[in-house]
T-cell receptor, first 112, second 112 residues
Framework: DAGVIQSPRHEVTEMGQEVTLRCKPI?????LFWYRQTMMRGLELLIY????????DSGMPEDRFSAKMPNASFSTLKIQPSEPRDSAVYFC??????????FGSGTQLSVL | KQEVTQIPAALSVPEGENLVLNCSFT??????LQWFRQDPGKGLTSLLL?????REQTSGRLNASLDKSSGRSTLYIAASQPGDSATYLC???????????FGSGTKLNVKP
């Protein structure tokens, strides 16, 4: 398996633009997590899905953030409109119960 | 709410030294605990997973122990090498929640 695949690796955009981050979990995994990492706040859980259903989105900063998982092999995290304070590394991770948590390589987002 | 603490935040040791990284958590009702490694600009890689019923796990030069009653885990690295330089994070998974609580990590520098 290729592991958790995220795209793009880097995204530079201007304030106010829409940003869409993509994630393909490991085949067979039924839980998917979106995290954000910054120097100041460390690793923060934004939202997670079980069997494609959002379970806990309490970490989503505000209504500008939304996440979807239309099927077991694809998820998106959207920011609209983006702001400079959204600049961070966004990670997607997947697992199945009892197993290790596998992370993607992350998307480095810079909002100018 | 589960809180995970890692001390020290940074550690510098000479090559060849054995070392211990610490992780403490506030709620002992955990399902499992994982240790991760993160290299600069990269995602997190799971090193060891300890189920709540286990006391330790070993992989090569790494040994992780778990003491649920005291809310502690340690990661022992034997004969450290410069290639071990990275940030090490621990994460606990509560009994009844499919989510992970991360510590802020220990940044390890192994000097040649």
């Amino acid at each position: 398996d290729a592991g958790v695949i995220q795209s793009p690796r880097h995204e530079v955009t201007e304030m106010g633009q829409e940003v869409t981050l993509r994630c393909k979990p490991i085949s067979g995994h039924n839980s998917l997590f979106w995290y954000r990492q910054t120097m100041m706040r460390g690793l923060e859980l934004l939202i997670y899905f079980n069997n494609n259903v959002p379970i806990d989105d309490s970490g989503m900063p505000e209504d500008r953030f939304s996440a979807k998982m239309p099927n077991a092999s694809f998820s998106t995290l959207k920011i609209q409109p983006s702001e400079p304070r959204d600049s961070a590394v966004y990670f997607c991770a997947s697992t199945i119960w009892d197993e290790k948590l596998f992370f993607g390589s992350g998307t480095q987002l810079s909002v100018l | 709410k589960q809180e995970v603490t890692q001390i020290p935040a940074a550690l510098s040791v000479p090559e060849g030294e054995n070392l211990v990284l610490n992780c403490s958590f506030t709620d002992s009702a955990i399902y499992n605990l994982q240790w991760f490694r993160q290299d600069p600009g990269k995602g997190l890689t799971s090193l060891l997973l300890i189920q709540s019923s286990q006391r330790e796990q070993t992989s090569g030069r790494l040994n992780a122990s778990l003491d649920k009653s005291s809310g502690r885990s340690t990661l022992y690295i034997a004969a450290s090498q410069p290639g071990d330089s990275a940030t090490y994070l621990c994460a606990v998974r509560p009994l009844n929640f499919n989510k992970f609580y991360f510590g802020s990590g220990t940044k390890l520098n192994v000097k040649p």
